[in-house]
C-alpha cells in the first residue's frame, strides 16, 4: 500500500520504518527540515533500538519522508502522529493535531476516497468531535475515520510493533475497518496478534485505560514497597512472591522510584482531567500520581540519613526516564536533581545516552562521560535509571568519599556490595 505519515517522533518515526519494513511505500511527513534530512540519509532522528537499522534500509527505498503535505494525495491511508503535549491542568493540548488535520483536509479536497487514522493520544470525542470534522469541512464525506492507538514503549518501540499483543482498529464504518486490516496485514499474518475492532472513541479510551492500569499497578506496588521498606522487609522478595498469582503476574512489579516519560505521567493526568470534566472524581488514579510524585523525595531522604547533602557532591547515576532511550520528559532524575539542590548538594549526572537532553534541563551542573568519573569523590550516590552498566559498578564504590548508595532500581544486587565497605539503601527493600 501507499502509506502517510504525518509526524516524525517518537511514534511517527517507529511506526513509518516498521510500515516500510512490511513491504509498504511511505511518506513521512514533518515540518522540520532537520528531521525529513536526517531520514532521508538513512539516520534516526531519536535514539531508540533497532530503529536506525530500519530507517537505513528503506531510506531512498520504500521510505521517504517530506515537508510537503501535498505528498499524501499519492498514498491511500494516513496517519496523524502529532504531538498532543498537557496543558498545565492536565488536559491535553490538540492544537498541534488540529492544525495537522486541518492540513490534510485541505490536501484531500480533491481525493475521491482516503483513508485517514488517528495515532496521537486523545481523550475520548476528540477525534469525531474536533479532528473529524476539520478534515472533512475540507475534503468531505469521501473521507473515512480510523483510530488505531499506540502501545510503544521508549527503548523497545519497534519491537513493541513487531510484536504487538494487541491491534486495536477504531473506525466509523466498515471500509475504514478494511483499509486498517490491509495495513496491518503482514502484521497480522505474521504475528498472530489479538485484533480488537470497535468504535472510535472505545479506541481512544483503550489507550488510556491501559497506560492508567499499568501506572496504577506500579504505584501500587511502589506503595506497598514503602511498607515493607518500614518494616525492614524486602519488598521484591513480596513482589516475586504475589507476582505467581496469575491473577497479578510479574509484570510491572519492580517498586522503586517511579514511572516517567512521555506517556504515563501525561496519559494519567489527561483522563482525570477529562473524567473531572464529566463530574466524576478519580481518586484512584490521583492516589497512583500521589505516590508517584512521593518516590523521588523518599529517595532523597534516604540519602540524607547517611550524607550531609549541603556541600555534598552526590553523583546521579541514570538522567533518561528509562533504560534505552534518551528521553528524559518526565524522568525521575529531575525531581531528585531539584531536591539536591534545594538541599544544598551538588548534583553530578551520568547517563550513557541522555546527558545531552538533561543538559538543556540543568545547564548549571556537572556531567561526566563514565560513571566511574561521576563517583570519584562523590559524598553520595543514587541510582535513578537501572542501566545493565550500573550492575557492575561495585568496584568503582571506592573512589568515593564516602560510599554511600541509595539504589532506586534494584539494578545492584544487595549481596554484590555486602564486600565492598559500602553503605548500601535500596529504596523499598
Known amino acids: 500500500m501507499d502509506i502517510s505519515v504525518v509526524g516524525s517522533g517518537y511514534v511517527g518515526t517507529t511506526i513509518a520504518a516498521c510500515f516500510a519494513d512490511f513491504g509498504h511505500e511511505v511518506t513521512a511527513v514533518d515540518i522540520d527540515e532537520a528531521i525529513v534530512s536526517e531520514i532521508n540519509n ?14 537505513s534500509e ?23 502522529a502529532l504531538p498532543t503535549p498537557a496543558n498545565e491542568d492536565g488536559s491535553i493540548d490538540t492544537s498541534i493535531i488540529e492544525t495537522g488535520a486541518e492540513r490534510v483536509g485541505e490536501v484531500l479536497a480533491s481525493t475521491d476516497s482516503h483513508t485517514v487514522v488517528v495515532k496521537s493520544t486523545v481523550v475520548p470525542g476528540t477525534t469525531q468531535e474536533v479532528l473529524a470534522p476539520k478534515i ?33 482498529f477504531g473506525t466509523e464504518n466498515r471500509s475504514a475497518r478494511i483499509e486498517l486490516q490491509k495495513v496491518f496485514r503482514p502484521l497480522i499474518d505474521e504475528v498472530n496478534p489479538a485484533v480488537v475492532k470497535t468504535g472510535i472513541s472505545e479506541a481512544e479510551m483503550i489507550k488510556y485505560a491501559n497506560n492508567a492500569f499499568l501506572a496504577s499497578k506500579i504505584s501500587l506496588i511502589n506503595d506497598i514497597g514503602n511498607i515493607c521498606k518500614e518494616f525492614n522487609i524486602d519488598a521484591y522478595e513480596v513482589a516475586d512472591a504475589i507476582g505467581l498469582d496469575n491473577r497479578i503476574e510479574a509484570k510491572f512489579l519492580r517498586s522503586g522510584v517511579g514511572w516517567g516519560g512521555s506517556c504515563f505521567p501525561k496519559d494519567v493526568r489527561a483522563i482525570i482531567n ?40 552526590i553523583a546521579v547515576l541514570g538522567l533518561a526516564f528509562k533504560p534505552g532511550t534518551d528521553d528524559i520528559r518526565n524522568s525521575r532524575a529531575i525531581p531528585v536533581i531539584d531536591l539536591l539542590q534545594q538541599q544544598g548538594a551538588d548534583p553530578v549526572g551520568y547517563d550513557p545516552v541522555a546527558v545531552g537532553n538533561m543538559t538543556e534541563q540543568f545547564p548549571e551542573i556537572e556531567y561526566t562521560r563514565s560513571a566511574e568519573e561521576a563517583l570519584t569523590g562523590a559524598d553520595g550516590a543514587v541510582v535513578v535509571t537501572d542501566w545493565d552498566e550500573f550492575a ?10 564516602q560510599p554511600v548508595i541509595v539504589d532506586g532500581r534494584r539494578i545492584i544486587e544487595p549481596d554484590d556490595i555486602a564486600e565492598e565497605d559500602a553503605v548500601y539503601e535500596g529504596l523499598t527493600w
Do not use: C
Open 392 to 401: 557492575t559498578l561495585t568496584t568503582e564504590f571506592s573512589k568515593m568519599n
Open 58 to 80: 528503506h531510506a531512498e527505498g520504500r521510505l521517504m519522508a517530506t515537508t510537503e503535505y501535498t505528498d499524501i494525495q499519492d498514498t491511500e491511508v494516513t496517519f496523524l
Open 274 to 313: 477529562a473524567a473531572s470534566e464529566q463530574g466524576y472524581e478519580p481518586e484512584m488514579l490521583q492516589s497512583a500520581v500521589n505516590i508517584n510524585e512521593l518516590q523521588p523525595r523518599r529517595l532523597v531522604e534516604l540519602l540524607d540519613k547517611h550524607v550531609q547533602l549541603d556541600g555534598a557532591r
Open 42 to 55: 538513512g539516520k534516526a532522528p531519536i535514539h531508540e533500538p533497532g530503529l536506525s537499522g530500519l530507517i
Open 136 to 168: 472533512k469541512s475540507e475534503a468531505g464525506e469521501a473521507i473515512d475515520i480510523g483510530m488505531n492507538p499506540e502501545f510503544l514503549r521508549e527503548g523497545t518501540a519497534v519491537q513493541d510493533f513487531l510484536e504487538p499483543d494487541k491491534v486495536v
